[in-house]
T-cell receptor, first 111, second 117 residues
Framework: QKEVEQNSGPLSVPEGAIASLNCTYS??????FFWYRQYSGKSPELIMF????GDKEDGRFTAQLNKASQYVSLLIRDSQPSDSATYLC???????????FGSGTRLSIRP | GAGVSQSPSNKVTEKGKDVELRCDPI?????LYWYRQSLGQGLEFLIY????????KSGLPSDRFSAERTGGSVSTLTIQRTQQEDSAVYLC???????????????FGPGTRLLVL
């Protein structure tokens, strides 16, 4: 089992709808999670990070962390075509020698 | 500079040749990270520098890979005797302190696209 798993997609969502991206992890010792957006041919850019159980909202984005069930989600409200990208989940540890990224979910917002 | 820079942006080389990839982190950032991303894949963590030292080199794929950082700033990733499976995008990132390891926000450079023929 991979340490961080994401559905590779593509996930197709109509414009204006809510896009839901999920990431599951196997190591309960994890402390933090980061969501990055990566446009094709570009480098990743940070969207949000979350440390605590529950929801964290930032504009159209909401990160949800459930440590008991070992998953973290990213919700994108009012999806826009510009949200079409690959979304990477990162599982951070206090030891930087163990930084784990998921393989990413490709999101496509259709007009 | 305003962000992380990497050079070259693209590199085509022949199998068996050595290549050197450079990363210039954000000024003042103590921590520097190297990743490899193959086509359509996630990021594979290679190595992390705290200042000039790399506490853990176990992420490097083989002994053909080495990295150094001097003056707490620029880092160089060297791949000796390149193989076709080394073809990938090599990304560098930096963060403020690195003392909290993977708990800090990382800022990525544009990457070096390496193609080994």
């Amino acid at each position: 089992q991979k340490e961080v798993e994401q559905n590779s997609g593509p996930l197709s969502v109509p414009e204006g709808a809510i896009a839901s991206l999920n990431c599951t992890y196997s190591d309960r010792g994890s402390q933090s999670f980061f969501w990055y957006r990566q446009y094709s041919g570009k480098s990743p850019e940070l969207i949000m990070f979350i440390y605590s159980n529950g929801d964290k909202e930032d504009g159209r984005f909401t990160a949800q962390l459930n440590k008991a069930s070992q998953y973290v989600s990213l919700l994108i409200r009012d999806s826009q075509p510009s949200d079409s990208a690959t979304y990477l989940c990162e599982h951070g540890y206090s030891s930087a020698s163990k930084i784990i990224f998921g393989s990413g979910t490709r999101l496509s917002i259709r007009p | 500079g305003a962000g992380v820079s990497q050079s070259p942006s693209n590199k085509v080389t022949e199998k068996g040749k050595d290549v050197e990839l450079r990363c210039d982190p954000i000024s003042g950032h103590t921590a520097l990270y190297w990743y490899r991303q193959s086509l359509g894949q996630g990021l594979e963590f290679l190595i992390y520098f705290q200042g000039n030292s790399a506490p853990d080199k176990s992420g490097l794929p083989s002994d053909r890979f080495s990295a150094e950082r001097t003056g707490g700033s620029v880092s160089t990733l060297t791949i000796q005797r390149t193989q076709q499976e080394d073809s990938a995008v090599y990304l560098c990132a930096s963060s403020t302190h690195g003392s909290r390891g993977g708990l800090e926000t990382q800022y990525f450079g544009p990457g070096t696209r390496l193609l080994v023929l």
